[in-house]
């Protein structure tokens, strides 16, 4: 992984935690978590607070998500929000923490001057067992405490200010007088600094999940449907007067509910050739029949007419792959034609020749699922599904990982926003 590192691939775009009264804030909320705190004179963190050099210290990667669910988080200051999520079991947490962000901005800006804040998105249940235990995830709320109890104080300062306010004895107390200044010296006043959050429930619609092998949701008006492994515990036995259920290995299926429910851009010449998806993917197939080859020394500083080269030389297995002849014939039929007939494709290449449709509120999602049918576009795969692209990456060959960290640097690094705008007409996510 190192390459990947180097390279900001992975754990790219954190926030550095050096200060000492920062660490002691995080190492209180670790200690509200119930966990060691952490002996890390710097440390970097993502949007939920998560670090992976502490998950290295504590050796558990899931130290602010136990059992997968119940996401934790540690908010140091406002700026988190514009961080990644580089962890997570549920593909909407970072969609979840910015609702989060947003609807609690001043109590958010106002606590972390002095305090930090940290505690549990919880869910509607504590493991996940089956499908139905994902399926009743409708909502979350957010358990919110702070490392100083900054929160805490707030709330007693308003009740004594309360009691100010409605008895008129309290005047005479000079203990509770004196507690209220005590208070007011930590928290500011609180008539004007909002300390409490004020949105803590939120919905939890469309989403992947990490269990049994990669769970897709899909929320309609009056249906759901789960994709996933069919030996998923569960499938098609809970709710199945509510909830449809297609396999993973149903391709036919799978591309027929993303066409109905008009999640994805069937083959069109008006997006095809303008975004150049089909010549992106041909180039990403002739790849990856490279990175398996044993004789190419460093497929980094590969050039156009070396490729060619070698295409011309390996034309029997490019022939035998079948992708790259197949994209260059849909090519030819879309400029021909501005259309292609689906319903004359295999349906598992089908998946070679759509996008999700760019202004439908599921088109990250749609696109993970696009992207996991077409494994050899390692850049799709970062974008969409990063866990599918690292647990691919190390599989791949020396050669050929220093290739894909090349072209992901020199192609989407260098310009996400456009990348993302002209291959699949989206713009900014959550995590990306």
């Known amino acids: 992984m190192n390459r990947l590192l180097e390279a900001e691939l992975i754990y790219g775009r954190l926030l550095t935690i050096a200060e000492p009264h920062l660490i002691a804030r995080y190492n209180k909320a670790l200690t509200g978590f119930g966990l060691k705190p ?56 970072a969609g979840l923490m910015h609702e989060f962000f947003g609807a609690n901005a001043r109590a958010i800006n106002a606590v972390t001057i002095k305090d930090a804040l940290y505690g549990e998105i919880e869910d509607s249940v504590a493991t996940v ?45 000079d203990a509770m007088l004196n507690r209220m200044v005590e208070l007011a010296k930590l928290t500011g006043d609180i008539r004007q600094n909002v300390l409490v959050p004020d949105k803590l429930v939120f919905r939890h619609d469309a989403f992947w999940a990490n269990h049994f092998g990669g769970v897709y949701i899909f929320v309609d008006d009056k249906a759901t449907t789960v994709i996933c492994d069919p030996k998923a515990p569960g499938f098609r036995r809970s709710r199945p007067w509510q909830v449809s259920y297609i396999g993973l290995n149903d391709p036919a299926r799978i591309f027929d509910f993303l066409a109905k429910t008009g999640r994805i851009e069937l083959p069109r010449a008006s997006w095809v050739e303008a975004s150049g998806l089909y010549a992106h993917r041909a180039d990403m197939a002739i790849a990856a029949l490279m990175g398996k080859a044993t004789d190419i020394p460093d497929l980094s500083k590969a050039d156009s007419v070396w490729i060619q080269t070698w295409m011309h030389r390996n034309s029997a297995a490019i022939t035998a792959d079948g992708t790259y002849p197949f994209l260059q014939e849909m090519l030819r039929l879309i400029t021909s034609r501005g259309s292609i007939r689906l319903e004359d494709i295999e349906p598992a290449r089908r998946f070679l020749l759509i996008r999700a449709r760019p202004d ?24 969409f599904d990063k866990q599918g692209f690292y647990d691919a990456y190390e599989a791949f060959s020396e050669s050929y990982r220093d290739y894909v960290v090349s072209r992901l640097t020199s192609t989407y690094l260098r310009d996400k926003k456009i990348f993302r705008k002209r291959l699949y007409g989206i713009g900014d996510e959550d995590n990306a």
């Open 129 to 173: 067992e089956s499908l139905e235990d994902l399926l009743s995830i409708n909502e979350v709320r957010f358990r919110v405490l702070s490392a100083e109890d900054l929160l805490g104080k707030a709330a007693e300062l308003r009740q004594l200010s309360d009691r100010l306010q409605t008895d008129p004895d309290a005047w005479r107390d």
């Open 360 to 383: 439908h509120p599921d088109q990250w999602l749609t696109n993970r699922l696009i992207a996991q049918f077409n494994p050899t576009d390692f850049v799709s795969r970062f974008i």
């Open 38 to 93: 952490t002996a890390l004179e710097t440390f970097d963190i993502d949007m939920t607070g998560f670090s992976p050099e502490i998950a290295a210290e504590l050796n558990d990667w899931d130290y602010l998500d136990p059992n997968r669910v119940n996401r934790r988080f540690i908010i140091m200051t406002p700026e988190q929000e514009n961080l990644p999520v580089v962890h997570t079991s549920f593909s909407n947490t």
